[in-house]
């Protein structure tokens, strides 16, 4: 199996630190979201693992060795970091001809890859002539095209429909469940959490996480319940609650919000007062929520209103 392993990674662009000492690495088996702010070096990064820029210090392999050195690198590792790579005037299974050819694949892999991508009725048009959604199909097609071991894709769901981005998500788990290492960056909280495993969180180009994503959410997380009963029993309920020390709120939507608990205690003491519970609802936060908290003031780019938010919630 092989693993993505970044140590003490910098790179310098004169006077400004794009990387900044990264240490990580990405391992087979499971789907690694990428994630920082604009300017946080998630690109940079990538682009070293690939040996497409130079590290000003540190090292950046693919199986214990970089890039450059790797035998048949297509088959090795697949990369999308640009849909719009592909030359216009060719068509989709021209272009992934030309990269399977120079590679010693041949064109059956070529028809394989295209069907997986759902471009095999188009796959004698012109690039010049796709959707952005479909440019990406190509992308990841290229990337998969010589069965590798390592899968890179930078924002793989971007100008997808939805049944596009459904597609994508399957692929991600299906090639983690095989056994193969997959890195994906992305923008797209509510898609990471439904894909990614683990999660490297950068800012300003230094590592902030490198941990499971439940292990993520539920740092960021106090524990809450939502909870509603009839009408009728709200009284008991609001005693019962009282006098486990639990602290609730009642709102105007017939919820109760019970702070540090979980379902089942509330669903226990409902139980145990003969109190029948209509919802249940254990609350956590939210990949968004946990990601915009803990790279508040990280960004390269915040707008004014973020600003006020960010000092107002500190």
Same mark, same amino acid.
């Given at each position: 199996?092989?693993?993505?392993?970044?140590?003490?990674? !910098?790179?310098?662009?004169?006077?400004?630190?794009?990387?900044?000492?990264?240490?990580?690495?990405?391992?087979?088996?499971?789907?690694?979201?990428?994630?920082?702010?604009?300017?946080?070096? /998630?690109?940079?990064?990538?682009? #070293?693992?690939?040996? #497409? $820029?130079?590290?000003?210090?540190?090292?950046?392999? !693919?199986?214990?060795?970089? =890039?450059?050195?790797?035998?048949?690198? #297509?088959?090795?590792?697949?990369?999308?970091?640009?849909?719009?790579?592909?030359?216009?005037?060719?068509?989709?299974?021209?272009?992934?001809?030309?990269? +399977?050819?120079?590679?010693?694949? &041949?064109?059956?892999?070529?028809?394989?890859?295209?069907?997986?991508?759902?471009?095999? %009725?188009?796959?004698?048009?012109?690039? /010049?002539?796709?959707?952005?959604?479909?440019?990406?199909?190509?992308?990841?097609?290229?990337?998969?095209?010589?069965?590798?071991?390592?899968?890179?894709?930078?924002?793989?769901?971007?100008?997808?429909?939805? @049944?596009?981005?459904?597609?994508?998500?399957?692929?991600?788990?299906?090639?983690?469940?095989?056994?193969?290492?997959?890195?994906?960056?992305?923008?797209?909280?509510? @898609?990471?959490?439904?894909?990614? $495993?683990?999660?490297?969180?950068? &800012?300003?180009?230094?590592?902030?996480?490198?941990?499971?994503?439940?292990?993520?959410?539920?740092?960021?997380?106090?524990?809450?319940?939502?909870?509603?009963?009839? /009408?009728?029993?709200?009284?008991?309920?609001?005693?019962?609650?009282?006098? /486990?020390?639990?602290?609730?709120?009642? &709102?105007? $939507?017939?919820?109760?919000?019970?702070?540090?608990?979980?379902? +089942? @205690?509330?669903?226990?003491? +409902?139980?145990?007062?003969?109190?029948?519970?209509?919802?249940?609802?254990? @609350?956590?936060?939210?990949?968004?929520?946990? =990601?915009?908290?803990?790279?508040?003031?990280?960004?390269?780019?915040?707008? +004014?209103?973020?600003?006020?938010?960010? %000092?107002?919630?500190?």
């Amino acid at each position: 199996m092989t693993s993505i392993d970044v140590n003490e990674l !910098i790179k310098d662009y004169g006077a400004t630190r794009a990387v900044d000492r990264l240490t990580f690495s990405v391992r087979p088996g499971r789907v690694t979201g990428f994630l920082g702010p604009n300017g946080a070096g /998630k690109s940079t990064t990538m682009r #070293l693992v690939l040996g #497409l $820029d130079r590290p000003t210090g540190g090292t950046a392999t !693919i199986g214990g060795r970089v =890039y450059a050195a790797l035998n048949d690198p #297509l088959r090795r590792v697949g990369v999308l970091l640009d849909a719009q790579a592909a030359h216009g005037s060719r068509t989709a299974r021209d272009h992934l001809l030309t990269l +399977a050819t120079s590679n010693g694949l &041949g064109r059956a892999r070529v028809e394989e890859v295209l069907e997986e991508a759902g471009l095999g %009725r188009v796959g004698g048009r012109r690039v /010049k002539t796709f959707s952005l959604g479909m440019r990406q199909r190509l992308g990841i097609a290229a990337a998969l095209l010589g069965d590798p071991e390592v899968i890179m894709l930078d924002e793989p769901s971007n100008g997808l429909d939805p @049944e596009g981005i459904i597609w994508v998500r399957e692929l991600m788990k299906r090639l983690a469940r095989e056994g193969r290492t997959v890195l994906v960056s992305s923008h797209l909280m509510n @898609e990471t959490s439904s894909f990614a $495993d683990h999660l490297i969180v950068l &800012g300003q180009g230094r590592l902030l996480i490198d941990m499971p994503m439940q292990e993520f959410l539920d740092s960021r997380s106090r524990p809450r319940v939502r909870v509603r009963v009839a /009408k009728t029993d709200t009284p008991r309920f609001s005693e019962a609650l009282t006098r /486990k020390g639990l602290r609730a709120e009642h &709102g105007q $939507d017939g919820f109760w919000t019970v702070e540090a608990a979980r379902a +089942a @205690e509330i669903g226990t003491l +409902a139980a145990a007062e003969g109190i029948p519970v209509l919802q249940l609802i254990d @609350e956590q936060t939210t990949l968004e929520q946990a =990601y915009l908290d803990l790279t508040a003031g990280a960004a390269e780019f915040e707008s +004014a209103a973020d600003t006020r938010t960010t %000092r107002q919630e500190a």
